[in-house]
């Protein structure tokens, strides 16, 4: 009950209602003691007519008449009843067989039926204002919500007061703008998607065709030599390897992008996830001559998720790796300070454009002095996801025929 008095409407039409009730009480006791008044002249100038027409006759009678009327009529009151009841005068004569008092009587309902009339009335009324009000707001919270429906989000209510029609204007605006912008993340979510599909499809397209040619090209010339046939299924091994990677980096990326990855962040040494990176691109660093050197302090530790870390580190020195030229170096070192740990990857390869950079963590984003086969362009956008899931955060440098440098850094506190 006393949330419902704290409605700044129910304030308003509660002292309203007192006001008008007060108005109308006042009016109600005037008409009352003024019919008072009324009776009171009324009786007085009956006992003087009565008094009149006795001492007219018996003039001897008047103090006598005067005291009865004056200090009392006890004295002569049952012979006096006992003379009216001849003529059926008496305490049980109906109010409207008394000429004086049926009159007064009749304008006093009259009066007081007229009074609350007005009363009812005004309370109709004032209730019908605040009704009225209540609905105008409702029609309006109806139209805002429809116009949501229809897509338009530019309704909004003044929630600058205090009551329940004003939070509830404020939870509307809240919930306006809550559903724009959900619809506006389903569209981008929608996007993403049918981009995410066009490029899959995009990547899918080329191995397969080929595999389909090279197929019909075997199943048409049964009389294909060895050697032939045998380039073919080399070929076509290449081809099934390419899409194999392409799978398995996509479903990476698919989880990703469905919030599905749980990261387990835990206090161990950076230098041992370093090494866990390197397994998976020794032999093609090797095959290319490329160096690769650690630095930094083996007791170095940060909280984060050793395998997926590793993977993210795994992709930049594949990166590093394809653009070094034969015999290049590749540069890893880390340095631990009281709020931070510092990655950089760091090699003497051919370099990044200026105008590719801004690019490279896009998702199928490919340079163009990239010459694998197998890239797809989504290793480094998995490393950047990986990293930054993790609170941490990367950015690059380049120079065209001087080299790039990957800078990864982890907050031991997140500020």
Same mark, same amino acid.
């Given at each position: ?131 009225? /009000?209540?609905?105008?707001?409702? *029609? ?6 429809? !116009? ?12 600058? $007061? ?24 389903? *569209? !981008?979510?929608?996007?993403?998607? $049918? ?10 397209? /080329? ?18 030599? $060895? ?47 370093? /090494? ?24 170095? !530790? ?110 031991? /506190?997140?500020?």
């Amino acid at each position: 009950m006393g949330a419902l008095f704290k409605n700044t409407n129910i304030k308003s039409f509660s002292i309203h209602f007192l006001l008008v009730s007060f108005v109308l009480a006042g009016l109600l006791i005037s008409v009352v003691h003024m019919h008072i008044q009324s009776i009171n002249k009324a009786f007085i100038k009956q006992n003087i007519g009565v008094i009149g027409t006795i001492v007219k006759e018996y003039p001897e009678l008047e103090g006598q008449l005067v005291r009865n009327y004056i200090k009392g009529y006890e004295d002569n009151y049952i012979y006096g009843k006992e003379i009216l009841e001849k003529y059926s005068y008496n305490e049980n004569l109906k109010l409207n067989k008394n000429n004086i008092l049926g009159s007064l009587y009749q304008d006093y309902f009259s009066y007081c039926a007229g009074i609350l009339c007005i009363l009812v009335l005004l309370l109709y009324i004032l209730s019908l204002l605040y009704f009225n /009000t209540l609905f105008i707001r409702i *029609r309006q919270f109806q139209h805002a919500a429809q !116009k949501i429906v229809e897509g338009d989000f530019s309704q909004s209510f003044d929630d600058s $007061k205090e009551g329940d029609l004003y939070i509830l204007g404020h939870q509307f605006n809240q919930m306006s703008m809550r559903l724009k912008e959900n619809l506006e993340e389903l *569209r !981008k979510e929608r996007n993403r998607l $049918k981009d995410i599909i066009s490029d899959i499809t995009h990547q899918l397209k /080329t191995p397969l065709a080929s595999l389909i040619m090279f197929n019909e090209l075997m199943m048409q010339d049964l009389d294909m030599n $060895k050697e032939e046939r045998a380039q073919f299924l080399s070929i076509s091994k290449n081809q099934l390897d390419r899409i194999e990677w392409l799978i398995k980096s996509l479903l990476k990326m698919a989880r990703f992008e469905a919030g599905v990855v749980v990261f387990s962040k835990q206090e161990t040494s950076i230098y041992n996830t370093i /090494t866990a990176s390197l397994e998976g691109i020794h032999m093609a660093a090797e095959l290319k001559g490329i160096s690769i050197k650690i630095c930094g302090k083996k007791e170095a !530790k940060i909280a984060h998720d050793t395998d997926w870390t590793a993977e993210a580190l795994s992709n930049i020195l594949k990166n590093s790796v394809e653009h070094c030229s034969q015999n290049g170096e590749i540069n890893i070192s880390y340095e631990e300070t009281p709020l931070s740990l510092q990655i950089t990857i760091l090699d003497n390869g051919a370099g990044i454009k200026r105008t590719e950079l801004p690019r490279i963590f896009d998702r199928f984003y490919k340079g163009q002095s990239s010459t694998n086969p197998m890239s797809i362009g989504i290793g480094l956008y998995i490393a950047k996801t990986i990293i930054e899931a993790q609170d941490g955060s990367i950015a690059v440098e380049s120079k065209e025929g001087i080299g790039t440098k990957f800078i990864i850094t982890f907050l031991k /506190t997140v500020i």
